[in-house]
């Protein structure tokens, strides 16, 4: 107990949140491009058929990894970090939440196992199902959320992208006939897993991980629930559209739609990822020190203000380009709905920074699941009702009505925190910079024509790009120069 005191400043003394956010967003932008790197090759070689069943059994598996992580990732990264100054009982937290990760991994095996061989039609997929269930157990000793608590992301991307880096290698070495697809279906599983075998042994570096008898189940299943029921959710509205509009309108509006849906995914994904990294620090700050936690949720919301206007309003403006760049001419046709998603950006990144930034460390996990219960409500109701008669672009809205809806209740649920928060001044700097962009667009596509996706993409990207930052700085906005004074000292 003596050297309690230089353990607990050890502990408390962690990385800067902005070099956090940026290792992160790396992780995800690189998480991304790895699988663009990869699969114009693997589609030639394999085909669409055995494409289809190694995606087919992937969607399978998918369903019991979601139950067997339950909620266990938000849940134990915001009760760590608030107990992270005291090793002896974020350890024994962290063997609790272990042995609960355990268990519902091996329920989710038996339900795979008995629903493998009790369903006829799977069992030509077999191996491809088994490979492919591996990733439950990995995931479940990768014991990311340690990591979390910790907030090293530096060690999380390093390992997540040396991996991804052998899989490309691996890819091109052992794939070479439509008979590989077994084996790439393995090294799929290699990709997204090998890491995680690594984490468990290194996690030893902050708690030494082992089950134990007493799990103090009845304390964490409530909020572990909550937060599992707000995972259910997410996925099912994820999918809806897609489910929807391939069932009513047929595989051709399913491939123009998930184009949309996919641009607009990496850039919700890239902006989300800036804000999942602080939900360790706002948890210990909510826990410790509420000044704190109101400091930084207030630079929080004035950044996401700042970067979620200009990132809906560019993806609006070069929506063409991006989608004859990322599929190509036959795909034009999901310009406009592209154009409509687009705009589902200024509500879905406030929603995950209300959910991961106020709720969940504030413990109102409960909230969270209902604002995205009811977002998913209504996105089924309205694409079952819209789709039949206004095609695909009412798939688009519905995503609008669904994020506005989880907006909505999670702002009416954190209240009592957002009126502490000053981001006027951030949201009249977005707007006029905002504006001006959509006139030099304007005036851009009056007078000038560019032949090639690419030289437009560069040539308006940058100009708008340019014109915001401007406004930033003649406005002075205080979040644009704290990032601005971050990234030239990381520079210098």
Not at 406 to 418: K, N
Not at 419 to 437: E, F, N, S, T, Y
Not at 466 to 480: F, H, N, P, Q, R
Request: glycine share 6%.
């Amino acid at each position: 107990m003596e050297n309690q005191p230089a353990t607990t400043q050890k502990k408390t003394k962690m990385p800067s949140l902005t070099r956090n956010a940026m290792l992160n967003s790396t992780k995800t932008v690189m998480s991304m491009v790895f699988p663009l790197i990869t699969f114009p090759y693997v589609s030639r070689i394999l085909g669409a058929a055995n494409i289809g069943k190694v995606n087919y059994a992937q969607s399978i598996v998918s369903y019991f990894a979601l139950f067997a992580a339950l909620g266990i990732a938000d849940y134990a990264v915001r009760e760590g970090s608030r107990i992270r100054d005291d090793p002896a009982r974020l350890t024994r937290f962290a063997r609790q939440i272990f042995t609960i990760n355990l268990i519902t991994s091996a329920i989710a095996y038996v339900a795979f196992v008995v629903v493998v061989f009790a369903i006829p039609s799977l069992h030509a997929y077999l191996a491809l199902l088994v490979i492919m269930s591996l990733n439950i157990g990995f995931t479940t000793i990768g014991v990311d959320w340690l990591y979390s608590i910790y907030e090293d992301y530096l060690y999380l991307s390093v390992r997540t992208i040396a991996v991804q880096f052998v899989s490309i290698i691996l890819m091109f070495i052992f794939v070479h006939t439509p008979s590989d697809y077994v084996i790439y279906a393995g090294i799929t599983v290699f990709a997204s897993s090998a890491a995680n075998v690594w984490g468990f042994i290194h996690a030893r570096k902050y708690s030494t991980l082992k089950p134990t008898a007493t799990t103090d189940f009845k304390r964490h299943i409530g909020p572990l629930m909550a937060l599992f029921t707000n995972n259910v959710a997410i996925a099912i509205y994820g999918n809806a559209g897609t489910t929807f509009v391939g069932a009513m309108l047929g595989d051709v509006q399913v491939g123009l739609y998930s184009v949309a849906m996919k641009i607009y995914m990496i850039v919700k994904r890239v902006i989300n990822s800036v804000t999942v990294v602080s939900l360790p620090r706002l948890s210990y700050l909510a826990e410790n020190d509420r000044h704190g936690f109101t400091s930084l949720l207030n630079r929080l919301f004035n950044t996401i203000v700042i970067v979620a206007f200009p990132a809906t309003i560019l993806l609006y403006t070069l929506r063409e380009p991006i989608v004859l760049i990322i599929s190509g001419r036959d795909y034009i046709d999901a310009v406009p709905l592209l154009g409509v998603i687009a705009f589902a950006l200024l509500m879905a990144t406030p929603n995950a920074l209300l959910a991961s930034a106020v709720l969940i460390p504030l413990r109102r996990e409960r909230k969270v699941a209902l604002a995205t219960t009811l977002g998913a409500v209504v996105n089924i109701v309205l694409d079952l009702v819209l789709i039949p008669h206004f095609g695909t672009m009412a798939a688009c809205y519905s995503i609008l009505a669904a994020e506005f809806t989880v907006f909505s209740v999670g702002a009416a649920c954190s209240r009592d925190v957002l009126r502490r928060l000053r981001i006027g001044a951030a949201l009249v700097h977005a707007v006029i910079g905002c504006a001006l962009i959509v006139g030099a667009d304007l005036l851009m596509n009056r007078y000038v024509a560019f032949g090639n996706p690419v030289v437009d993409l560069l040539v308006r990207g940058l100009t708008y790009g340019a014109i915001y930052a401007i406004v930033l700085a003649v406005t002075k906005d205080e979040s644009g120069r704290f990032l601005l004074n971050k990234v030239l000292r990381r520079r210098k």
